[in-house]
């Protein structure tokens, strides 16, 4: 069984695709997504086109690649599952998945060595029912229901994208510390000794019954900060300034 | 506490925007996700921008409803979380979300009562560092690093998106019946019953020592299919034809 590394990306195929422009913008958008067999069904406007080069910006190579085929039925014959992607529901006994639904199946299909297609419809019209029969199954991305409309090359991407961060690794967040390091909590407690040990001096912290309570909330102010060995070092500097210790820096 | 019922969505903030079209390409992508608050600070070709209005499709509305400011500062100045969208490491410390990450965050402070926007920056530039540095976090939407380029539009989309689904509740997969009942196993057994005593009957199922394993793999083909009960009566239909018992339906 292969693994996941050499899970092969699901193909697109536009069925008749009318804009050279919405091609290219479909195979950029593919290209966002680490998707790259481009199939097109009987292209409006023949092929190779060349507004689709034009608007397909770093995806030329996708455009120079794509197949055409006379029939969808020729185009999906190589594929074992096929999603066909729709903005509503169509009246055919099929599963419905979302966008993110449809990137679990399919990562676990090819995973297990299958050949997958996403198919899409052609500018306003969408896909006909005769081809949503020719499919396994349907994906409606959930969207504002005020405003679901979306053109071929939005739809490539919202689907495309589920697909490539279904097998992306990328933290929810991290702190962006460009090399630097973060500060330990020792480093930080000198740091806060020291404002402390400032505050006392000029008796900000004068009051006793207030000055446990503000000490714990002036702590929490850097405490929460993840703040790095850098920013620590900055502040030190800033302080000394204040107190006529530092030149400027 | 407002409950997450209330939460106000996102205001997308677009700094220096140039091109009319791009902007209403945001305020389409907005209304898809259900975002309405846009912001624009210094529009290079001023405002209100017809091309804005003819590329806007379905989101007049928001395009009509956009506030332009002159600086970011005061575009920001009522918000109390803000993320700028970035393509790259930007070399500053401040924490890096994911557009789903963004997406959690943004819905917890949201539900909360925080009023959060989202930074977008000009076409091919980007946001500059400065504009960065006024932003709580940095968004960064995980793509192919073979290409990350998008438009405004188009993150706009993504990160919209993933604010969309993190409220939405659409299973990942559903049968569409349209109506249609889900066939009981009772009903799929008398269908089952039907076609295995008929194959006995023609001796289909002669050799014994493989009639049982014959049966099960019968039963699985149509077990697993998810069957309506109207696909059910439609196959009985077909047996009932191919052995003259019915007329065409």
Redesign the interface.
């Given at each position: 069984m292969p693994s996941e590394a050499v899970a092969k990306p699901p193909c697109v195929i536009l069925c008749g695709p009318q804009m050279g422009e919405n091609i290219g913008a479909c195979a950029?958008?593919m290209?966002?997504?680490?998707l790259s067999d481009l199939r097109l069904v009987d292209p409006r406007d023949g092929w190779p086109n060349p507004a689709a080069n034009a608007m397909a910006?770093?995806?030329e190579d996708i455009v120079e690649a794509a197949t055409v085929f006379e029939t969808l039925e020729a185009a999906v014959a190589d594929l074992s599952y096929t999603y066909a992607t729709t903005a509503r529901?169509?009246?055919?006994?099929?599963?419905?998945?979302?966008a993110?639904?449809f990137a679990?199946?399919a990562r676990a299909r090819a995973s297990d060595g299958q050949k997958i297609g996403l198919l899409f419809g052609r500018e306003r019209e969408g896909l006909w029912n005769s081809e949503i029969s020719l499919a396994s199954?349907?994906i409606t991305?959930?969207?504002?229901p005020?405003?679901?409309?979306?053109n071929i090359g939005?739809a490539v991407?919202?689907v495309g994208?589920e697909w490539?961060?279904a097998g992306?690794l990328?933290?929810?967040?991290?702190?962006?510390?460009?090399g630097?390091q973060p500060a330990s909590h020792q480093m930080l407690d000198n740091f806060l000794n020291r404002l402390i040990t400032d505050l006392d001096e000029r008796s900000f912290l004068a009051i006793p019954e207030k000055r446990e309570r503000m000490i714990r909330n002036v702590r929490n102010i850097f405490q929460r900060n993840?703040l790095?060995e850098n920013?620590i070092n900055t502040l030190h500097g800033i302080f000394s300034f204040l107190k006529g210790q530092g030149g400027p820096r």
């Open positions: 950029r958008a290209k966002n997504c680490g910006a770093h995806a529901s169509r009246d055919q006994v099929k599963p419905v998945f979302t993110r639904g679990q199946d199954a349907m991305v959930p969207l504002n005020g405003n679901t409309s979306l939005q991407l919202l994208y490539w961060t992306d990328t933290p929810d967040v991290v702190l962006e510390a460009s630097a993840d790095t920013e």
